[in-house]
């Protein structure tokens, strides 16, 4: 199991080769871009090719591209309306396919394993419409993914639509054989549960989002500062044969220089026994 850190830590900055190399003093041995476009923004040549440039330069791996969650610069602040490929209106899903296929070019200039994709928002529920809608998505994408290298990976959210169950049969009924699941940890604690959420879907977990909470809201909190065991959580995790990493996927915070976020990273790692 590879160690590796989302970007999503430095959400509030741009990107640069600094905050990456921070990263990595701090034992990352691969990187998730969190696709945003006021911190890596996907929608710029010249950004995204200063960020593979380093990636060239540096024997770190870019592991896996976060699809984003808006269209703006604002995280949706400035009224734009959630990426959202499984909406009721067809021109929302249209331009949220446009949007992840934006960010799917930056796989161009650097080798990327694995796509992060969300289906829906909270509100979201699992019905045979949203099930069409997710089956499209799913092979609309991955006919842009597959010349890219890459895998799509579906990640289980706080969502109806996205529950473990729901996640495995749209793999199954749509025979989605070369896509997995991305098992964020985080919101596993706060839905089914850590140890459950991986016997239920070990078979087709090949990334993990690692973060802790109080099992209550999406705090995406450094391992050991919630209420997460995270001794039968990794337990449980290392079951998942086709895992190729774990991502601490932390919230930012403004107080923390990129120092910090090194040193927060470096104890988690050794916390958690990479």
């Keep these: 199991m590879l160690k590796v850190i989302s970007t999503h830590v430095f959400l509030h900055q741009r990107l640069h080769p600094a905050l990456l190399e921070a990263l990595v003093a701090g034992g990352a041995q691969a990187i998730e871009l969190f696709a945003?476009?006021?911190?890596?923004d996907y929608a710029s040549r010249?950004?995204?090719?200063?960020?593979?440039?380093w990636f060239r330069a540096n024997p770190v791996e870019s592991f896996s591209l976060h699809m984003p969650l808006f269209s703006d610069a604002e995280m949706g602040r400035s009224g734009a309306p959630a990426v959202n490929v499984i909406h009721p209106e067809k021109s929302r899903r249209i331009d949220a396919m446009d949007e992840i296929k934006r960010a799917l070019e930056a796989a161009e200039q650097m080798p990327l394993r694995f796509?992060?994709?969300?289906l829906g928002e909270r509100e979201d529920r699992w019905n045979p419409r949203t099930i069409e809608h997710a089956m499209t998505a799913i092979e609309?994408?991955?006919a842009f993914a597959r010349p890219l290298g890459m895998k799509l990976l579906l990640e289980n959210i706080q969502n109806e639509v996205t529950r473990l169950e729901h996640l495995l049969e749209i793999l199954s009924i749509g025979h989605f054989k070369d896509a997995g699941i991305c098992l964020d940890v985080g919101h596993a604690h706060i839905g089914e549960g850590v140890r459950a959420s991986i016997e239920e879907a070990k078979q087709s977990i090949f990334?993990?989002?690692?973060?802790d909470n109080h099992g209550l809201k999406d705090e995406h909190l450094w391992p050991g500062d919630g209420t997460i065991d995270w001794d039968d959580g990794m337990e449980a995790l290392r079951t998942a044969h086709h895992l190729a990493?774990?991502?601490l996927e932390i919230a930012p915070r403004l107080n923390d220089s990129p120092a910090a976020v090194s040193q927060q990273a470096e104890a988690c790692f050794d916390k958690l026994g990479f």
């Excluded at 990334?207 to 973060?211: D, E, F």
């Design 140 to 142: 609309h994408l991955q």
């Design 115 to 118: 796509l992060i994709l969300h």
């Design 36 to 40: 945003a476009r006021q911190h890596f």
């Design 207 to 211: 990334s993990a989002h690692i973060h």
């Design 46 to 53: 010249a950004h995204v090719k200063e960020i593979a440039d």
């Design 245 to 247: 990493g774990g991502v």
